[in-house]
């Protein structure tokens, strides 16, 4: 008797576009590449209230089989979100999109809500 994990994906900076775990399968494949930029300082001379720039570039999927995996089923998304550090954690705001014309709105405060 073999034990079956489930792997999910969906939620900011985790193919961004779908919401938190709205993809579900027993194999996954997936990979990203954030950004980040720190325009407090940067750009507009703040030096006591970091304030950054993201980006992501996200793909993969979820399938049930090893049969089903085929690389032209990967879900390309990215991302883009304004964040900051506080004592309550880092906050962020941003928004996803997939090829899949899924979009995700986001907000972060030390964890997605």
């Not at 570039?57 to 979820?62: A, P, S």
């Not at 049969?67 to 990215?78: G, P, R, T, Y």
């Not at 900051?84 to 030390?110: E, H, R, V």
Request: aromatic share 16%; net charge negative.
């Amino acid at each position: 008797n073999e034990s079956v994990y489930i792997s999910y994906l969906g939620g900011f900076l985790n193919l961004s576009g779908y919401h938190k775990n709205a993809l579900a399968g027993s194999k996954k494949a997936f990979t990203a590449g954030i950004y980040q930029f720190d325009i407090g300082k940067s750009l507009l001379e703040l030096e006591q209230f970091p304030l950054y720039l993201g980006l992501s570039l996200e793909t993969g999927n979820v399938w049930q089989d090893d049969e089903e995996i085929n690389h032209k089923d990967f879900i390309v998304s990215a991302a883009a979100y304004l964040g900051t550090d506080t004592s309550l954690g880092p906050i962020a705001l941003g928004f996803g999109k997939a090829n899949s014309d899924a979009y995700a709105f986001y907000f972060y405060l030390g964890k997605s809500f």
